[in-house]
């Protein structure tokens, strides 16, 4: 069993910080790509942040400059730092992560994280 829980959601004003966690934990054998997605009333979801293995990352480009995302492949986690928040990133946060587990190590699987509502307003 793999879990992913996520942490950090909360109501923050407009200019505001907000910082995500989301840590994995069970029977992980190895963590490929994470990221972030978010999702607004009315609208599907979209990708944030993504960081590979490797470290390289993207983001999407509603967020670049604003947000930071990073990863402590020691605890199996990955953070979104939001600065400068504005009322349209007011959403539904998904961490999500590809990795293995220890009883099939070479195959992959999209895990999601339950969800962190962030509120941006004044």
């Known amino acids: 069993q793999v879990q992913l829980v996520e942490s950090g959601g909360g109501l923050a004003q407009p200019g505001g910080s907000l910082r995500l966690s989301c840590a994995g934990s069970?029977?992980?054998?190895?963590?490929?790509?994470m990221g972030w997605y978010r999702q607004a009333p009315g609208k599907e979801r979209e990708l944030v942040a993504r960081i590979t293995s490797f470290g390289s990352t993207n983001y999407a480009d509603s967020v670049k400059g604003r947000f930071t995302i990073s990863r402590d492949n020691a605890k199996n986690t990955v953070y979104l730092q939001m600065n400068s928040l504005k009322p349209e990133d007011t959403a539904i946060y998904y961490c999500?992560?590809?990795?293995?587990?220890?009883?099939?190590?070479?195959?992959?699987?999209?895990?999601w994280g339950q969800g962190t509502l962030v509120t941006v307003s004044s």
């Open positions: 999500n992560v590809v990795l293995s587990t220890v009883a099939a190590r070479s195959h992959f699987l999209d895990v």
């Open positions: 069970g029977s992980i054998f190895s963590i490929n790509a």
